[in-house]
């Protein structure tokens, strides 16, 4: 049974338990809103680690994706960026690899990860069409669901399946005058296979198909975004909500036959948009888990587009959206390295810690509780601990002259703390 | 004349058409809104430079923090942060040196500065008494007035004046049982003055004579928040809004007085708080410019405050903040080093450049455009170029493998806008 049929059928499972004292919530009431498909629990039946829950009520969780390119692989370093990760905080990866030996990177990620690992399989499926010198459009069905088999046997714990990519999707996107068309890369090959084959997109013709796989290894589905605007002049146009309308088809479909899924979501969005936006995915997919990709309301922020998406990430958590997926400074540029994996992961940190704040979440709550009352009491000590990224904080904290000081350089004398402390702690204003 | 007296008395100055033409718009509506008090033109009339305006219908422009302090001093250090913060693209600069010799410090600046250069100067005050061995609260007002006459003698175009740390503030601040008090260097050493003296805030209870030296050198008052909050738990208490209340009252007498004004806001702000604050103060202070530090929407980000600021400062600016004070990755730990500033500079950029597509402000809109045409194009020189940060997206850009090739490392040949391109070329669905 996947937990989604756990759940519908009353059973707490040992996962559910494990999610709901890491989020110090009642079992049974995550049991519920898993049932009702508004959480999930991405864990394939194959893979060990310790599973995190994605959803309403739940902290925000954050994506960092790794991977190989052609021109750039080397699994070690790809596990490394796993660890880098990881240990700032990343609750999922994904391996989007489509470079070198992808079996056994896949392979080598999903054994070393103490995290979900998701992937996109478009992405194997037509690097190896690539690899044997066919074009893209030549992969057949049967190649695409094979490979998708082959992943949830491998153990991968939720897959990117871009099913709104369709022959109707595709006619409203021509209509729609984009500034930049599609700028998803498993959409875009989808969209050519569709158009070279005159054939509808196997991932929602045969959706049932791709429900019996993913039920069989419990694989969460988290439907991508093919059509998601590339551009801030994109955002929210018919094309992307015609695909949207399809995914809360295709979501409610999944739940009926007892598969967790999500949701993907945009992209290049302008800040007036983005809480509507969250709205809108929550009305349309029957609160369905929303995974967004940033989202970023500027598109010239390129070389720090980490700082973008935490400013649309910290809007969209703000208004529901319940998984972050991060974005590098290299974003827009090139594939990320281990630096840029690492400040993406903060920078997609900070942003859902913000949203949580608004969630209501009382560990975020307590977290800033801790780190303010430790501020005022100058004890260094503790605010490095309790900063979101201790090991930068003790760096910066470490190249201040005043650093045996209780006080800062920044301040120094003037510390404002003291000085107030100083004019309050003999006399009082109403003697 | 100041600038709001030529605007009131109907006549459109240098400074005016100088900034209308920057900001493309007419100087007739400029004028207009300096006379409304909704815009300042911060230029002191004894500084040479290229002034820029802050407040409605205009570019949100930032302010870059510099200076020294007792335990780290060194000007040529503090030039090279400016160059920096204005080649990051910084509006203004802010001299908050408290050590080594600050006239020839505040000289060099104001010297060196192609943009408008603003102070604190209580800091500068109070450190001098510091320096002769008497205590804080030892200053008298005529050393404060003096302090500030001989800054505007100097050039200086906007100062800080805490002039809402009343009496009656500050007992209402008693009564709030604040996480953090007063977080606010300039406002706590008043605070500690006007408790240790009993006696009335000297920029509060002589207030006239503050506008008189302001508009005889034309020096923007820039209404310090002294009690602005320190922790997301003391925002919009009663202790900060008793003191907005006061700058509002002040602000008026500062335009019935000819002297153009903004007020400062804070501070660490919940992320469901800042569009209401910022609505507040317009309301409030006749929509006098607002001047935002920040704001930080969590207490916990040190080490990345930079990524805070800019959250908060995006919605801050997107709600009507007119100015972003920086804040640096150093913030809360030491004082910045030229990193730092640059940094700091970038992400507020970044905010202020996301509020301004809110705004609607075209200039802005165009660079998106710019750059989204250039990116379906894969012109990567036209995105350099158009990126908020060229150098570092060049640097980017560089280390990737496939930089002499038309996609990047990140796709590679699954390059979706190729890919979208190919599929679209030579055939449509509905043929």
Same mark, same amino acid.
């Given at each position: ?11 707490? !499972? ?9 989020? /110090? %919530? ?7 809103e898993?049932?009702?498909g508004?959480v999930?629990i ?14 309403k ?6 994506n960092? /994706?790794?991977? !190989?390119?052609p ?7 790809e596990?490394n960026?796993?660890?880098v ?14 470079g &070198? ?7 080598a990620?999903?054994? =070393? *990860?103490p995290?979900m ?9 037509? *690097? ?5 010198n066919?074009k ?11 490979e %998708? ?8 714990d939720?897959i990117?399946?871009h099913c &709104?990519? !369709?022959? =109707? ?5 021509? *209509?729609? $005058? ?18 070279? /084959?005159d054939? #509808? ?8 198909? @791709? @429900? #019996?796989?993913?039920? +069989?290894?419990?694989m969460?589905?988290?439907?991508? $975004?093919?059509?998601?605007? &590339? ?11 015609? #695909?949207?309308?399809? @995914?809360?088809?295709? +979501? ?5 036959a007892g598969?967790?899924v ?17 709205k ?12 967004v @990709?940033?989202?970023?309301?500027? $598109? %010239?922020?390129?070389?720090h ?6 400013i ?6 703000? /208004? &529901? ?14 594939l ?6 690492r400040?993406?992961v ?11 704040l608004?969630?209501?979440i009382a ?13 005022k009491r ?18 910066m ?6 650093k045996?000081?209780?006080v800062?350089?920044?301040?120094? $004398?003037?510390?404002? %703390?003291k000085?107030? #402390?100083?004019?309050?702690? =003999?006399?009082?204003?109403d003697?």
């Amino acid at each position: 049974m996947t937990q989604l049929e756990s759940a519908i059928s009353g059973r707490i !499972t040992d996962e559910m338990k494990i999610v709901a004292e890491s989020e /110090n %919530i009642d079992p049974k009431r995550l049991k519920e809103e898993i049932a009702a498909g508004r959480v999930v629990i991405p864990k394939n039946i194959g893979h060990a680690f310790t599973p995190k829950g994605v959803g309403k009520g739940l902290c925000t969780k954050i994506n960092a /994706n790794i991977g !190989t390119s052609p021109s750039h692989c080397d699994i070690d370093e790809e596990l490394n960026k796993l660890d880098v990760a990881v240990s700032a905080g990343a609750d999922a990866v994904m391996d989007l690899s489509t470079g &070198g030996d992808l079996d056994r990177t896949l392979a080598a990620i999903l054994d =070393h *990860s103490p995290v979900m690992i998701g992937t996109v399989p478009i992405y194997k499926a037509m *690097s190896r069409v690539l690899c044997a010198n066919r074009k893209c459009p030549e992969m057949t069905e049967a190649e695409l669901f094979s490979e %998708i088999e082959s992943q949830g046997k491998a153990g991968v714990d939720f897959i990117t399946v871009h099913c &709104g990519i !369709t022959r =109707h999707s595709m006619k409203i996107l021509e *209509s729609c $005058d984009r500034m930049m068309g599609m700028v998803s890369r498993g959409g875009s090959l989808l969209a050519e296979w569709i158009v070279e /084959n005159d054939q #509808e997109n196997p991932l929602y013709e045969k959706f049932d198909r @791709l @429900l #019996e796989i993913a039920r +069989a290894y419990d694989m969460t589905l988290s439907l991508g $975004d093919g059509l998601r605007p &590339g551009s801030i002049f994109d955002a929210q146009d018919r094309a992307q909500v015609t #695909e949207l309308v399809i @995914l809360g088809e295709l +979501a409610a479909r999944s739940r009926a036959a007892g598969v967790q899924v999500m949701i993907e979501g945009p992209g290049h969005v302008p800040l007036g948009r983005i809480a509507g936006d969250m709205k809108l995915q929550q009305r349309i997919c029957g609160q369905a888990p929303y995974y967004v @990709l940033g989202p970023l309301p500027t $598109d %010239i922020g390129a070389g720090h587009d980490h700082i973008t998406g935490a400013i649309g990430g910290a809007i969209a958590a703000a /208004n &529901g959206a319940d998984f972050l997926c991060y974005v590098t400074p290299a974003e827009h540029l090139s594939l990320p390295d281990v630096n840029d994996v690492r400040e993406g992961v903060i920078a997609s940190k900070i942003a859902a810690h913000i949203g949580d704040l608004e969630k209501g979440i009382a560990s975020a709550w307590k977290q800033d509780r801790k780190m303010s009352q430790a501020r005022k009491r100058l004890d260094w000590k503790t605010m490095i601990e309790t900063a979101i990224d201790s090991e930068k904080a003790l760096r910066m904290r470490d190249k201040s002259e005043d650093k045996d000081r209780d006080v800062c350089t920044m301040c120094g $004398d003037f510390c404002a %703390i003291k000085t107030y #402390e100083r004019a309050t702690s =003999h006399t009082k204003l109403d003697k």
